[in-house]
């Protein structure tokens, strides 16, 4: 294994882009005040006209490609998936840093986007085709906490935010597994993998009907919020205790 550089400045985040903690607050006030408007009975009506469109221009083939597509969110995989991509790394490396992303990101995932459901108690557009079949004007409204759990867990949409954090995950891992062999990943395929999935569950989720068009939104907006304080985190410089320091070593900073 070829020796690594290491470089550990100040301890002050790593840029994120765009850059700002302003973006971060707008993130936050966006899913705040789209989740007042839905509480207030606002934006029902564009939500509704999405699922009814999506619903009519729905053949059998269309279904079962953006079926097969939307796999690309599925939260379970992809945390496995990186969860073994950070351990790799960590064996190569001899260094424990690389799996503490993917813990972080469970970890953050499941205190914010699963609460977030259960709290709002949403159900999805297709209540009404199938259990607990609620009239049409009762799938949209927040806070049906009368329903069972299992029913009204639409809101924000978990497979959006889980493609964004995840997909943020595999690249920070990825790029620097790939310098370790003296390759490099370029940078428009690493825009690629954070953009194109995440896009593809957001439009796949929508229009399969799963989740309701601001679900998506909600959780496009979270998602990226998550993402943005992960990528923050000084990874090769957060304090390790004494007895991991033969396996401390940087791993988003090797050359």
Not at 88 to 95: D, I, M, N, W
Request: one cysteine or more.
């Amino acid at each position: 294994m070829r020796e690594t550089t290491t470089v550990r400045g100040a301890s002050r985040p790593p840029r994120v882009r765009p850059a700002g903690w302003w973006w971060d607050a707008l993130l936050l006030a966006g899913l705040v005040g789209l989740t007042v408007a839905l509480a207030t009975d606002h934006f029902f009506g564009i939500d509704r006209a999405v699922a009814d469109w999506a619903g009519e221009h729905r053949p059998a083939a269309a279904y079962w490609v953006a079926r097969v597509f939307n796999f690309l969110g599925q939260g379970t995989p992809l945390t496995l998936l990186a969860a073994g991509l950070g351990v790799l790394l960590a064996v190569r490396l001899r260094s424990v840093r690389p799996v503490l992303p993917p813990v972080a990101a469970f970890a953050l995932t499941y205190l914010t986007i699963g609460p977030l459901k259960v709290w709002t108690a949403r159900p999805a557009p297709s209540a009404s085709i199938k259990e607990p079949f609620l009239p049409p004007e009762q799938t949209l409204p927040l806070f049906q906490h009368d329903l069972p759990v299992s029913y009204a867990q639409s809101y924000p949409s978990g497979h959006v935010a889980n493609a964004i954090v995840w997909y943020g995950m595999l690249a920070l891992l990825v790029a620097p597994l790939l310098r370790s062999f003296g390759r490099q990943l370029p940078t428009w395929l690493v825009t690629v993998v954070r953009v194109v999935p995440p896009l593809v569950v957001l439009t796949t989720t929508t229009y399969l009907g799963w989740h309701w068009l601001t679900d998506s939104v909600a959780g496009l907006l979270l998602g990226l919020l998550l993402d943005r304080l992960l990528h923050r985190v000084p990874w090769d410089r957060l304090p390790l205790p004494g007895r991991l320091c033969a396996w401390d070593r940087p791993f988003t900073s090797i050359t």
